[in-house]
């Protein structure tokens, strides 16, 4: 006990000082404790070697930060952030994974080293991004909002990724169904455990508040952050992820704000606390090993920032010149879930480094960004001064008129808007409970086996099944088939000249488009989960060139309809 007392002193001191370095060279905090934890680590002064106390620390630490991350979140904030929103955040992240594991592959790296650098790349810090925006005094710039909408749903997709390496931990060969299974019926247990709190819990905490002290909100709200931490850890799942979610419920409550004061001193503690405990996991000696590695993955974030945010945001949002650079150069710092995603690393004997690897990378991103971010506008005028090729200008043109009039369009409040919500979440929940069917089929047949029940009731259970997944696929065909419908509708007032057919056509090129592209951007996750061998990474590149096909006869349709439609407008008026 007294070793540990001493620990912990030492790292409250080093905390300390963390933070007055980065005060003096105007970083995050967030690098100032990475760098005093990786010195005070067993793997440079040694100063801090129980290995079995820090994993603890960084496992409180990682369960303590999300709930705060869930603190700033709730249902509510993620339908105002709309369908732009949402389908930015999933196309940074994928473009972003989807370079990074290409670079690892390129360089001989194996798929699994792959999927974790193509990981560890994709996520942008919060933290970082915010802090070094108020610092320059380009917070309040018009490109902010989305940014941050951007970086609230990367955490809600890093949170999903931390389930799916945890679940898929030694999940290989007879047992990968199984795992696969597991992580389903586990997730949507604690997702049903989340509605079901969302109903009841403003009842719960307001007749305890009610009947208790002021003091004792800061223990519900741990103890709340606790119980479901404990339910995900016994689903099988990360317990950061419940406490998560346990912080996206309090976000919820009318009282929202008095729990995220009372935990507030304690997340500031355990969270200094995480980044110095990761800090000392870094070995300064696997840096020159990997440097090729670490250079290359530097040179793939800024590439796919630039990408993945700038061209999304010119496409979706209409952004502009220095407003695509600016927000390209904000997005640079890679955040701290990198972290918790290269914690996982550790179960699946790698073979590299790859926690040190994202340290070096957290570490060189946010200064990149912090140093590069205030010279956008220069960087625009340099920019400028090259020229897009015309045909490549006026295709990207059509399509981003055409995408920001779609989601102007959905996130409008209108029948035919709300017709088509409703319509997506039913067929959201429809797939849902037919993928229920395949795992209700494995547990009938494995109790079969268990009972040895004769194999007449075997094929019996096998024809239900076969029966019951045929209508699952209707049901969920003509779900699929509503929706369309109804965003049809919805299509058709972008503009008064476009009629359902242009619609129809429009609407059918534009989800092969992104049906193409998404599957080819996350295809290495199935190549991980299939064990498929290396060279089937060129499916990847298949699909794209399909998706990019699509993409050229959806441009040409959007260049025709425009033409002739402002020919058609030009008439009318006249008349």
Not at 120 to 125: K, V
Not at 141 to 164: K, N, S, Y
Not at 283 to 290: A, D, E, G, T
């Amino acid at each position: 006990m007294q070793s540990e007392l001493l620990a912990l002193g030492i790292l409250f001191f080093f905390a300390i000082v963390g933070g007055v370095i980065s005060k003096r060279f105007k970083q995050p905090t967030v690098l100032g404790l990475l760098l005093i934890g990786a010195l005070v680590g067993p793997n440079t002064f040694n100063i801090v070697s129980n290995q079995e106390w820090i994993d603890m620390i960084i496992e409180f630490g990682a369960i303590l930060l999300l709930f705060v991350v869930g603190l700033e979140f709730n249902l509510t904030k993620l339908f105002k952030l709309g369908f732009k929103g949402i389908t930015i955040a999933i196309l940074k992240t994928g473009i972003a994974f989807f370079i990074g594991f290409q670079v690892a592959v390129l360089l001989g790296y194996s798929t699994i080293v792959g999927i974790f650098c193509g990981a560890i790349i994709s996520f942008s810090s919060t933290v970082v991004i915010v802090k070094v925006l108020e610092q320059k005094a380009l917070y309040n710039r018009q490109e902010t909002p989305l940014l941050l909408a951007v970086l609230i749903l990367e955490d809600i997709l890093a949170v999903i990724a931390l389930i799916f390496f945890s679940g898929m931990q030694n999940a290989t060969g007879t047992n990968l169904f199984g795992m696969i299974e597991h992580i389903i019926i586990g997730l949507t247990t604690l997702l049903l455990a989340y509605v079901v709190m969302l109903r009841v819990s403003s009842y719960f905490f307001k007749w305890l508040l009610k009947n208790s002290t002021d003091d004792i909100t800061t223990f519900l709200a741990l103890g709340f952050c606790a119980g479901f931490s404990v339910l995900a850890y016994a689903l099988g799942l990360s317990p950061s992820a419940g406490a998560f979610l346990a912080g996206s419920i309090i976000a919820s409550l009318p009282q929202a704000k008095s729990f995220e004061h009372a935990v507030a001193p304690y997340s500031l503690i355990f969270s200094s606390l995480f980044f110095i405990a990761m800090g000392t996991l870094v070995n300064f000696n696997s840096i020159m090993p990997n440097i090729g590695l670490i250079a290359t993955l530097l040179f793939a974030v800024i590439v796919s920032r630039f990408i993945a945010v700038g061209l999304v945001s010119y496409v979706f949002a209409g952004f502009r010149g220095d407003q695509i650079f600016f927000s390209s150069l904000a997005m640079i710092s890679v955040g701290e879930f990198a972290l918790l995603i290269a914690k996982q690393s550790t179960g699946f004997a790698l073979g590299i480094d790859i926690v040190t690897i994202t340290s070096v990378i957290i570490f060189a991103t946010a200064v990149i960004m912090s140093v590069s971010v205030a010279y956008s506008s220069h960087i625009t005028n340099v920019w400028s001064s090259t020229k897009t090729p015309t045909a490549l200008s006026n295709s990207l043109s059509s399509l981003a008129w055409y995408v920001r009039s779609f989601f102007d369009q959905v996130d409008t409040e209108n029948s035919e808007t709300r017709r088509f919500k409703t319509a997506f979440f039913s067929t959201g929940v429809a797939v849902l409970l037919f993928s229920y069917l395949f795992v209700g089929w494995n547990k009938s047949i494995g109790l079969a086996h268990t009972f040895e029940l004769s194999q007449t009731y075997v094929y019996v259970i096998h024809g239900v099944f076969v029966l019951l997944i045929i209508l699952g696929l209707t049901a969920v065909y003509r779900r699929i088939r509503h929706t369309q419908e109804t965003l049809v509708h919805v299509l058709t007032g972008i503009d008064r000249m476009m009629n359902h057919r242009i619609s129809q056509r429009i609407l059918t090129n534009m989800f092969f488009v992104t049906l193409f592209f998404v599957t080819a951007l996350f295809f290495p996750l199935v190549m991980f989960v299939f064990e498929l061998p290396l060279w089937t990474n060129i499916v990847s590149f298949v699909l794209l060139i399909i998706s990019f096909a699509y993409f050229n006869i959806t441009t040409r349709i959007l260049g025709t309809y425009k033409s002739e439609g402002h020919a058609a407008g030009r008439l009318y008026n006249g008349i």
